[in-house]
């Protein structure tokens, strides 16, 4: 497991990695969620499954350029088996 503080980052670490899962907040400095999924729409190590974690209501997600259709959003707080019946492989 591996944690980064912003969107860049988390792209460059992905790159070396090639994770399966990512788990991402949209609010983060310099680059924001919203623009690291973007990017990782068009890279060939993006990761298999997407969660994302925000406090964000789907109307303030769509005005701000929407998440992938595939990526799972789960709403701040969140509880750890929320998140645990969403990482484990099925």
Do not use: W, Y
């Not at 983060?28 to 623009?35: I, W």
């Not at 406090?55 to 998140?83: F, Q, T, Y």
């Amino acid at each position: 497991m591996h944690s980064v503080g912003n969107g860049f980052q988390g792209l460059v670490l992905m790159s070396e990695f090639h994770p399966d899962v990512l788990i991402a907040d949209l609010n983060m400095p310099q680059m924001d969620g919203f623009r690291m999924l973007a990017a990782l729409a068009s890279c060939e190590f993006a990761p298999k499954k997407i969660i994302v974690i925000t406090a964000l209501s789907d109307a303030d997600i769509v005005a701000r350029g929407g998440v992938p259709e595939r990526a799972v959003v789960l709403r701040k707080p969140i509880a750890l088996h929320d998140l645990e019946e969403h990482v484990r492989p099925t």
